[in-house]
């Protein structure tokens, strides 16, 4: 059983950072990505970021290039976001998804097979 938890939300003043954390459990050893996505109010969840489990190759969003970092630690199973220059539309559940399905777009959340609960970023001063 796979299991995800993110942590590291909260409220945030604008032009902050903040570190998600998203620690798992239980990953197959055919787990090929972990992503995170995030859902503002009123919106559809988008895609932020997603990297290769292996090898560490690492995706992005266009909007989201230049901000946002996402990185994994290997051996503690776990995948952070930093988060830089935090702006008002930055605020969302920020969501951590993993897939073990091996062909598929990065950014296509229909691939992720395993998601966490989300945690909550709101960025207001």
């Known amino acids: 059983q796979v299991q995800l938890v993110e942590s590291g939300g909260g409220l945030v003043k604008p032009g902050g950072s903040l570190r998600l954390s998203c620690a798992s459990s239980?990953?197959?050893?055919?787990?090929?990505?972990i992503a995170w996505y995030r859902q503002a109010p009123g919106k559809e969840r988008e895609f932020v970021a997603a990297i290769n489990w292996a090898g560490g190759t690492t995706f992005y969003a266009d909007s989201m290039k230049g901000r946002f970092t996402i990185s994994r630690d290997y051996a503690r199973t776990t995948v952070s976001l930093r988060v830089n220059s935090l702006k008002d539309e930055d605020t969302a559940v920020y969501y951590c998804?993993?897939?073990?399905?091996?062909?598929?777009?990065?950014?296509?959340?229909?691939?992720?097979?395993?998601w966490g609960q989300g945690t909550q970023v709101t960025v207001s001063s």
């Open positions: 998804a993993a897939t073990t399905v091996l062909t598929g777009s990065y950014y296509d959340q229909a691939r992720y097979n395993y």
């Open positions: 239980g990953l197959a050893l055919d787990t090929y990505a």
